[in-house]
């Protein structure tokens, strides 16, 4: 018989203080534990894997780039047919601890359809660096400037690069996107032409108060620097936001205040909500060009799908 | 989530190949091998408004005296163009084609007539499936007939359906035109997705309790009884986590048109369940999407 429910919710128990708004630390534990708001989640997870192999199976292996010392620091570039395109990098998401770029290889179609590279990177999950997200955002920032100095080797336009990314992938385009690029990595502070985002996060103390600090060393220096919220005013690229309103109460919360705030700082940004998607499905959907997902992540980048 | 019907209990004694009555029961019931078929449902209809919102309502048109037998037309700009007609699933019960509108995009995109056509469920008919299968019938004979009043051409139309859908659409390829007054290679190719191709085991599932089995419902209407009137092309299509019985038919059907000798594909959709393999069929770079637009010349 059926093992779960398709829109799961956390089991009932009995409320004890609260810890975030109106949520107790079981509620904000749920509320960062994705799996149970969407009990399909490893299956998704492995179609995107064999999804992943069947692409590379019809495009080949991308190009394997070093962009830093590490033995994580490098890039899959799968590049467009036209010379001098614009660059899509895409930051997986697996809570900042899982994860690889291969696995996300399914999405490279639908921005190569529309006539774009793309880049996505490796970086050291957050337990290979000792629970540091400074560590990673360093790594992933650098990915960022190295695709802007060596771009034309792969046939990219350096003044035509977006990021897009999915969860904690979606925290980092925040975090890009509010990089101080000039004065920290000697690259334009316009580096960035837009971004999509997609179900992120935005605010880091809530997180740092559920038990996602099990595993994450948050110190008030991290939820400080990366939490994108406090730094909108490093923002100048536009970005678009997606969530499904299958996610986590608290992650949809995370992405429609992360919306007014741009707005109110009178930057302009879009909020996509996708009906009947949960957490990985939207994953998923970027790699549909007419998924809202898909579409909205073509349309930062002035493209159309194909 | 990977849903299995393996609830502990004595089984019965056998009904249909090694199922039992509850096994075959369940077989033929989604929701015991999709419990997120509310959610992708939701999802569909979404995603079918954000198609219209794009592409503009479509046309509505009547291919018949009834009422339900109208048809939705989201047409292409390009002249001439072939066309898709989708007949829906939904096992056999009333459903709109409004619903699946988000399939269209992708062939309306790539220089394709998206046809969707409305039709009866058994709650219409009295439980019989062989009007039903008229109903499309006529809807693809009315669509041959009417194509270049809507800039088609006549000469490529492809047809597809999903699970019941898939099953009609069997029956489309497998018709004897000549009763229906067009050509009998009218249809050029189809997608036959998660469908049912022999109806015995149907049958004798608990599907009997709303669908007014007959014998001559069930041999006019199985259509791997009726190869012979097979002359286009075909892609076969299910998903790993579909009901295994619902694989076992796509398999077998697809291996019986290759013993008859003719052209089929048969794709394995892994990872998706009886819905979710439907959506494939509006996304370009899925498997199912890429196969239906190379089968139309589109890429």
């Given at each position: 018989m059926a093992t779960g429910a398709a829109s799961a919710q956390p089991a009932a128990h009995i409320k004890g203080p609260l810890v975030w708004m109106n949520m107790d630390q079981k509620e904000l534990d749920d509320a960062y534990d994705q799996a149970v708001y969407a009990p399909n989640r490893n299956i998704v997870l492995k179609r995107c894997v064999r999804n992943s192999e069947l692409a590379r199976e019809r495009l080949g292996a991308p190009k394997r780039l070093t962009y830093g010392p590490t033995k994580f620091e490098a890039l899959d570039v799968f590049t467009a047919k036209t010379p001098n395109a614009p660059i899509m990098i895409y930051v997986h998401g697996g809570s900042w601890r899982v994860g690889t770029a291969s696995q996300y290889h399914y999405l490279a179609e639908a921005f190569l359809t529309a006539g774009a590279n793309i880049v996505i990177p490796d970086f050291a999950n957050v337990g290979d660096v000792g629970g540091s997200l400074l560590t990673m955002a360093d790594q992933i920032r650098r990915s960022v400037a190295w695709v802007y100095k060596n771009a034309k080797e792969f046939g990219g336009d350096p003044e035509r690069i977006y990021v897009s990314g999915q969860s904690s992938g979606g925290h980092w385009v925040g975090v890009l996107m509010t990089t101080d690029w000039q004065t920290?990595?000697?690259?334009?502070?316009?580096?960035?032409?837009g971004g999509a985002s997609g179900s992120g996060m935005y605010d880091l103390k809530p997180v740092r108060l559920s038990k996602r600090s099990e595993f994450v060393k948050f110190t008030d220096e991290t939820e400080q620097k990366l939490s994108a919220m406090r730094h909108l005013d490093k923002l100048v690229a536009p970005i678009a936001l997606v969530y499904g309103d299958q996610e986590t109460p608290e992650f949809q919360r995370q992405s429609r205040d992360f919306y007014a705030a741009v707005k109110a700082a009178g930057k302009p940004v879009t909020l996509s909500v996708m009906e009947g998607y949960n957490h990985f499905e939207v994953m998923e959907s970027i790699g549909n060009p007419l998924s809202l997902f898909g579409r909205a992540a073509l349309e930062v980048m002035k493209l159309r799908p194909a | 989530m990977n849903a299995t019907a393996t609830a502990q209990r004595a089984k019965g004694p056998l009904v249909w190949l090694d199922m039992d009555q509850q096994a075959l029961d369940d077989a033929y019931d989604q929701l015991v091998y999709a419990p997120n078929r509310d959610q992708v449902h939701k999802r569909n209809m979404f995603n079918s408004d954000r198609v219209r919102a794009r592409l503009g309502a479509p046309k509505r048109l009547a291919y018949?005296?009834?009422?339900?037998?109208q048809l939705d037309l989201f047409a292409t700009d390009k002249p001439n163009a072939p066309i898709t007609i989708f007949i829906h699933g939904g096992a056999w019960r009333a459903r709109t084609?409004?619903?699946?509108?988000?399939?269209a995009e992708m062939m309306v995109r790539a220089g394709a007539h998206w046809v969707g056509l409305d039709f009866d469920g058994v709650e219409g008919t009295n439980g019989d499936l062989l009007p039903m299968a008229d109903q499309v019938r006529r809807g693809v004979a009315w669509v041959y007939n009417n194509a270049k009043s809507f800039g088609g051409n006549p000469d490529r139309i492809f047809v597809s359906g999903q699970s019941s859908g898939g099953h009609l659409a069997g029956n489309v390829v497998t018709t004897d035109w000549s009763k229906y007054g067009v050509p009998a290679n009218v249809v050029k190719g189809g997608l036959l997705c998660s469908g049912m191709y022999e109806l015995k085991p149907v049958r004798l599932s608990k599907r009997s309790q709303y669908v007014a089995f007959t014998d001559e419902c069930e041999e006019e209407l199985s259509s791997q009884r009726h190869l012979d009137r097979l002359n286009c092309p075909i892609i076969v299509a299910y998903g790993t986590y579909e009901t295994p019985e619902f694989q076992r038919q796509n398999r077998e059907f697809a291996e019986a048109v290759k013993k008859a000798g003719k052209p089929v594909t048969l794709l394995v959709a892994e990872g998706y369940n009886h819905f979710e393999i439907a959506e494939c069929i509006g996304n370009p770079l899925s498997l199912l999407g890429d196969a239906m637009l190379k089968q139309m010349g589109l890429v």
């Open positions: 920290d990595y000697g690259v334009p502070m316009t580096i960035l032409k | 018949g005296p009834k009422p339900i037998e084609v409004k619903d699946y509108a988000y399939q």
